[in-house]
């Protein structure tokens, strides 16, 4: 027999495959419906958070920052509870990331709050001594796409039937909806804030890149 | 030459010392028979290029350790992990399960040294983030903490107010009382209803009078009618702090997140109330 293989290598090849595959079959497949759906309380990002998590991966804040914590209890003790493959059902694309220069981000509202966010943002050795995270002043002047992120949110909504506009789930309607809807949840944000640029532009009804990108980061549980 | 007397450096040394000798002789051993043997025995069909292969026997240990992977494999595959049920979850359940179980046994009674630096390990890692590795509030970007339970503190709040920990009588305005009559109820609350001294004890006596606009939430006993209203008998105390982490605040400076999601475990709690209250002193 192995002699025949070794003259046929695209039976070989087969071969291989299905020894390596059935590795896969085992481990992967008996509870992946299961793992795959969404976590009872997993939500889909409103306009505005979706909005921050463009700029969170415009900025590569992935890059550094990974949104995975592993079933260790050094992880769990830091971070919290292990993340599940359903808490996921929503990203697109996950950031898990594989390189933490910087801790990990994945339950990080439960720990940090807007006003520490602006500080850090703007200055991060002023909250975090020694800190190498670079500034993210410029965040404090642009603007957040409400736009792509209303385009995203729609195109999910109807490509991948994501359940948004259903009942306990966020509301997208039209685009100027879903604009109105962005500025009252950008309200209580700004609210917490103490930066007059971002404070002067919500009244004139822009919301700040930051204001979105706290948004997110206060939306991950 | 300490490291001599260390087994496992001893083990090591042998164990290195006798991998070169027997490198040596083996390579001794094939070299010179590479110099004097000559090439017997069948050769095998295949030719590539003029290079034959002889029709040689397996090594007989070999064979039969390549045999037993391939009959170890076919058992591990079909029911070695399938039936045998592991999960990485149920080995975290375990390893915390077990840690939790020797972290409650060996710290059931810590004592105030212990407290203390276990206090100060998780004051590092959760609280500087925020309040600064002092505990300084970083200019005012979070609560001081250096002058935290302390009487100043009392009359800071008085003259401010407090609100955020979410109890059902709702926020402490602020100037409920002037600046003396303030410094009197400080005094009175430090000596008699929080028991941790004062330093104006000649005010105690006239703040026992204004006690009253504070009894009126915090109850008499300053326990803070069955959780109505914040208990202020433990006001300078770890205790405070322990609920102060357990309800979170939305203060005049900003949020502080609650840290009740099972985190940090009652002892650390009041560890971290310990090295607090070590920090105004």
Redesign the interface.
Known sequence: MFHWLEKNPFFFAVGVFLVIAYAGLITILPDFMNSARPVVGTKPYTVLQLAGRHAYIKDSCNACHSQLIRPFKSETDRYGMYSLSGEYAYDRPFLWGSKRTGPDLMRVGNYRTTDWLENHMLDPASVVPGSIMPKYGHMFNNKANIETAYAEAVTVKKVFNVPYDEKDMPKLGSFEEAQKLALEEAKEIVDNMKNPTVKEAYAKGEIKEIVALIAYLNSLK | MNWLNDNVNLLGLLGAAAIIVITVFVVGKYIKQMKTDKSTGELADENWDGIGEYKNPLPVGWALSFLGTMVWALWY?LAG??LNGYS??G??NE??AA?NTKFESKWANPDAETLQGMGEGVFL??CA??H??TGDG??G??TDLTSWGTEEAIVHTILNGSKGMNFPLGEMPAGLLDENSAKAVAAYMTEKVSKTGTKNSDLVATGEALWATCAGCHGEDGKGMGGSAPDIASYGKPEFVASVLNHGKKGV?????S?N???LTDIQKLAVGKYVNSLTQ
């Open positions: 595959f992990y399938p990485q979850i080995e975290y390893e915390v840690y890692v959760q983030p925020c600064g590795i970083i200019n970007k979070a400076i900003g949020t502080m997140p840290f999601d099972g985190r």
